[in-house]
C-alpha cells in the first residue's frame, strides 16, 4: 500500500498542476534574453500589479529590472540554451534542428512544468516555432492566446534571405495561420494595427510603448553622482587633469554644490542591437564629418558619445572606431546595471536613434526611454515615426549621415541651446503619458475573464 502511495500522489499532484480549475495566473512567453526585452518587462509588472501571478519563460543573459526581478508575484523559468555543436550542421539543418528542440522544451516547459494559467502573452516575433506551440498549449489548457506584436517574424528573415524564399513565404503564411488563432492581440503602432486588419483579418488594440516612472530628467547632483560612479570604471567620464572631485562634465562649486564645467563636452547616447536594421556606420560617418568641422568651427563642442547594448557586429564597428582615432570625439560602448541605463538617458544632451525597422510598422523602444527622460532625439526616418518622433517638436528625423552631422551642428552649435530647450519643453506632455495608466486603459480588458 505504502509503495501504491508513493507512485501515485506524485502523479495526482502533476496532474492537478496542469488541470486544476484556472486561477488568476498569466504565462509571459519571451523566446530571447528577458532583461533586453524591456516592453514585457513592464507588462509582468502590470499583470502582477494587476493581481496576477506571473510565470515567465524565457531566455537568460541580461538582468530585468528590479522591479520585476524582485517581485515576488513574477517567477521566471529560463530555456536552456541549445548545444553548440547544432551550428556545425548544414545552415538550413541548424534551422531545422533548432526549431525541433525549442518546440519540444517549450512544449514541456509550458504544458508539463508550469501551473495551468488563464492567459498567456507571447512576444512576437520570433513566430517560429513559438506561435504554433502556444497556440496548441492553450487549446489543450484552456488558456487564452494572446500576441504581442512587435514587428513581423518574416520580415526579419527576409533581412537574410530573398524575400521568394520557401523559408520567407513558409513564414509569411505560419505567422498569418497562428496569428488569426489568438484570442487577442496587441501591437505597438496603429500602423501596424491597420495593417493586420487589412491583410490579415487580426483584429489588435494597440499600446504604444511608454516608459515607467523611473525614466526622467536627471538632477545635477544626481547626475554628478553618476558620472563619479562611472569614471571609476569608464576613463572618458573621468576629469582630464586627474581631480579626484571632478568629471569631465561636472564639478563642485565653492560651496561643495556640484556644477557644470565651463566649456564640457557634449554627452550624446545611443542604444542599438548592433544589427542590419541598425546601421552604426550612419553615425560613424556622421561623427567623423562633426570632427572635422569642429577642428575650424570651435562654437561646436567636444562630444562624448556613450553606446549601449550588445550584439553581432558591435567588434566590427569598434575597430573601426580605433581606425579613425578622434581628437575632440570620445566614444565608449559601457556595460551598464539595469538600474544605470535611465540614469544615464536622464543625464544626457541629446539622443539618437539608428533603428529602421524591417517592416516599417514598429518603434524603436530607445526613443520612447530617452523621451520618458525628457531627452530630444534624432531618428532615423522611417515609415510610421511620425507616431512617436514629430520632426522639429520632440527631435529631428534624418535619412543621411550628412542630414544627422548637419542636425548635430545646428543642436550644439547655438551656445543657448533655444531649439533643444524647445524640445525638451514639448516633451513634458509625453513623459506625464506613462505606462501604467495605457495599460489599464487598453491591455487590460484582455485579460478579464
Known amino acids: 500500500m505504502l509503495f501504491e502511495a508513493c507512485i501515485l500522489l506524485p502523479v495526482l499532484a502533476l496532474l492537478w498542476k496542469r488541470f486544476r480549475p484556472r486561477s488568476k495566473r498569466a504565462c509571459v512567453l519571451v523566446l530571447g534574453d528577458f532583461g533586453r526585452s524591456p516592453r514585457m518587462q513592464y507588462h509582468c509588472w502590470s499583470l502582477s500589479r494587476a493581481g ?40 538550413v539543418a541548424v534551422y531545422f534542428v533548432k526549431v525541433l528542440l525549442q518546440s519540444l522544451q517549450l512544449f514541456c516547459t509550458l504544458y508539463l512544468w508550469l501551473p495551468r494559467a488563464s492567459h498567456l502573452l507571447l512576444q512576437n516575433p520570433p513566430a517560429i516555432p513559438t506561435m504554433a506551440v502556444a497556440w496548441l498549449v492553450c487549446r489543450l489548457r484552456g488558456t487564452e492566446f494572446v500576441v504581442d506584436w512587435h514587428n513581423y517574424g518574416h520580415t526579419i528573415l527576409s533581412m537574410a534571405l530573398p524575400r521568394k524564399h520557401p523559408l520567407v513565404r513558409f513564414a509569411v503564411w505560419y505567422e498569418r495561420f497562428f496569428g488569426r488563432m489568438a484570442d487577442n492581440a496587441v501591437c505597438v503602432t496603429n500602423a501596424m494595427r491597420e ?38 570604471q569608464y576613463s572618458v567620464f573621468a576629469d582630464p587633469d586627474g581631480d579626484a572631485n571632478r568629471t569631465v562634465f561636472t564639478q563642485l562649486d565653492t560651496s561643495g554644490m556640484p556644477e557644470y564645467r565651463s566649456g564640457r563636452p557634449a554627452l550624446l547616447v545611443s542604444s542599438t542591437s548592433w544589427t542590419e536594421d541598425e546601421d552604426f556606420g550612419v553615425l560613424l560617418d556622421a561623427l567623423k564629418i562633426y570632427e572635422e568641422r569642429s577642428l575650424t568651427d570651435l562654437s561646436l563642442p567636444p562630444l562624448v558619445c556613450v553606446i549601449t547594448g550588445k550584439g553581432p557586429q558591435k ?33 544626457a544632451d541629446l539622443g539618437v536613434s539608428l533603428h529602421t525597422s524591417s517592416s516599417g510598422l514598429d518603434l524603436p523602444m530607445k526613443v520612447v526611454d530617452m523621451f520618458g527622460c525628457g531627452l530630444p532625439v534624432l531618428a532615423h526616418d522611417f515609415k510610421c515615426l511620425g507616431e512617436l518622433v514629430r520632426h522639429k517638436h520632440n527631435g529631428m528625423v534624418f535619412a543621411s549621415s550628412a542630414e544627422l552631422a548637419e542636425q548635430l551642428w545646428q543642436l550644439l552649435g547655438d551656445p543657448d541651446q533655444s531649439l533643444l530647450l524647445d524640445f525638451r519643453e514639448n516633451l513634458v506632455e509625453f513623459r506625464l503619458n506613462r505606462w501604467e495608466q495605457h495599460w489599464t486603459a487598453n491591455v487590460a480588458p484582455l485579460f478579464q475573464d
Open 52 to 91: 496576477f501571478d506571473v510565470d515567465v519563460v524565457a531566455y537568460g543573459g541580461s538582468e530585468p529590472h528590479g522591479s520585476v526581478r524582485d517581485d515576488p508575484k513574477i517567477k521566471v523559468a529560463l530555456l536552456r540554451s541549445l548545444p553548440a555543436a547544432i551550428n556545425n550542421l548544414p545552415r
Open 195 to 232: 495593417d493586420l486588419a487589412r491583410n490579415w483579418d487580426v483584429t489588435a488594440v494597440t499600446m504604444h510603448d511608454r516608459p515607467p516612472a523611473l525614466f526622467r530628467p536627471l538632477p545635477l547632483d544626481e547626475r554628478h553622482h553618476l558620472f563619479m560612479q562611472l569614471k571609476q
Open 315 to 347: 567588434q566590427f564597428y569598434l575597430d573601426k572606431v580605433k581606425e579613425l582615432k578622434f581628437t575632440r570625439i570620445s566614444v565608449e560602448t559601457p556595460w551598464l546595471e539595469a538600474a544605470d541605463y535611465p540614469r544615464l538617458l536622464g543625464s
